[in-house]
């Protein structure tokens, strides 16, 4: 298995409808708020982590720091999404 693999439990979990829910770790992890409104969205309306969030994941500090900095330096978009995406879904044979 790749270690980008989604991972039940961890990255995402499947609610009561069936839908694919992003957890607050794979979100910290991506490093970015696509601004979708997300069940379980760790950032701020600035875009910035919250600081429980952080407190609850602390081996993502140092990776969440330096994709954060890299996504504001870059001016990231969220035209890049699919509508899976944005609705919060993993891609994939999974998908639903």
Do not use: K, W
Not at 24 to 43: A, D, I, N, T, V
């Amino acid at each position: 298995m790749p270690s980008d693999a989604l991972i039940e439990g961890r990255d995402f979990t499947i609610d009561v409808l069936g839908r694919y829910v992003f957890t607050e770790y794979f979100l910290l992890h991506r490093g970015y708020c696509c601004g979708s409104g997300c069940r379980h969205c760790p950032y701020d309306e600035s875009g910035q982590p919250r600081p429980e969030a952080r407190a609850r994941h602390p081996e993502l500090a140092d990776h969440c720091d330096g994709v954060i900095q890299s996504a504001v330096s870059s001016e990231a978009t969220h035209s890049h999404l699919t509508a899976d995406e944005a609705d919060g879904q993993p891609q994939g044979d999974n998908a639903g």
